[in-house]
């Protein structure tokens, strides 16, 4: 007769050591708390260049560690195996959460609202709808899931000034929501400079665990480093900068399963004869990271949302306007959908 083997206690991925990761003992692990890396999750989504500069050690050795953290939130089933079948993939994204941004039509474009492990960017002139659909977003996400939202709180990096707690009273107020409960859980912080901005993302692991966050939003990702990288000979070391905390970005959604929206300004192409002129700033490096890419222009008093670029979603638009609700669909009883291919009037 054999005996039944013990259940296993569920495991949060908060219970794991740095000296449950494989090669990382006590001197090792006190080195890298002492630079700030004091959880497996943290560990995994640092890059070995910095690493490296951190501890002290080589760029091998911090691979080596960073390798180890993902191999141990593999076993203990938070992070998937390297090789996984398409059928599993498909399982598994279809328990990906998605926020509510308030408009139904807007989330028709989206196919169900603003994705967990991706990031999500908006871009467009100012004005366009941009910070309106961060508010909103900041509202909706406190409700629970099975009402549209993701029951957390949220995080937000505001580099521009253009946050207001009035603004998120009036939204919450609007929509029958209780607005003092909201904003105890949106937790923002003010980025003064680009090297602030890129301290906070590097952090960010650390305060996600802290406040228990599921969704992260960075208005706007370009303005700080736009406006103090000035000119061509600076391009590089701004493009450099932008890539890394990008990817830092990427590899925060994916390993925290939390969604990341980022917003973006836009720069005029005065050379361009046909079609729009404006072009989103900062480049292919912005381009790359964004898993989806949405185009907001104004149109009237309404908005126009257009998906510029998504590895899945149609490649259409949809209008909605901004009012006291925050994003809100327009008095039409059903939003109207067009062909990006297709002549938008609404450019007349």
């Known amino acids: ?10 495991v949060s991925v908060l219970d794991l050591e740095l000296e449950d990761i494989e090669g990382i003992g006590p001197s090792a692990s006190k080195k890298l708390k002492e630079a700030g890396i004091s959880s497996v999750i943290q560990l995994a989504t640092v890059s070995a260049d910095e690493l490296a500069t951190e501890i002290g050690g080589t760029k091998d050795a911090a691979a080596n560690y960073i390798i180890a953290a993902q191999k141990l939130l593999r076993e203990s ?74 029951g957390s709180s949220v995080i937000l990096l505001d580099t521009e000034g253009t946050f207001r707690p009035e603004r998120i009273d009036q939204i919450a107020r609007a929509r029958g929501i209780d607005s003092e409960d909201v904003l105890k859980n949106i937790h923002i912080a003010k980025a003064y400079n680009s090297s602030h901005l890129e301290l906070l993302v590097k952090d960010l692991g650390k305060f996600i665990e802290q406040f228990g ?4 939003i960075v208005d706007s990702i370009i303005s700080l480093h736009r406006a103090e990288f000035a000119g061509r000979g600076t391009l590089a070391d701004r493009q450099q900068k932008l890539n890394a905390l990008l990817h830092r970005l990427v590899r925060i959604a994916e390993i925290y399963g939390v969604a990341v929206v980022i917003t973006n300004q836009v720069q005029a192409t005065p050379d361009t004869f046909f079609g729009d002129p404006t072009k989103p700033a900062g480049g292919n490096v912005v381009g790359h990271a964004s898993t989806y890419r949405i185009y907001l222009r104004k149109a009237g ?47 007349e």
């Open 1 to 10: 007769m054999t005996e039944k083997e013990p259940k296993q206690k569920q």
């Open 301 to 347: 008093n309404d908005r126009i949302a257009k998906m510029i670029d998504s590895p899945y979603h149609p490649y259409s638009d949809t209008r909605f306007t901004v009012n006291e609700k925050g994003v809100d669909d327009t008095d039409e009883e059903s939003p109207k959908k067009r062909s990006a291919k297709g002549k938008d009037d609404d450019e």
């Open 77 to 150: 089933n938070f992070l998937d195996n390297e090789f996984t079948t398409a059928d599993i993939q498909l399982e598994k994204r279809r328990s990906i959460l998605r926020c509510t941004t308030g408009s139904k039509a807007l989330d028709e474009l989206l196919l169900g609202g603003i994705e967990t492990q991706a990031i999500t960017e908006f871009y467009g002139e100012f004005g366009s709808g941009k910070s309106q659909i961060c508010h909103t977003l900041s509202v909706m996400a406190h409700q629970p899931v099975e009402g549209g939202g993701l």
């Open 213 to 216: 966050a599921k969704l992260v």
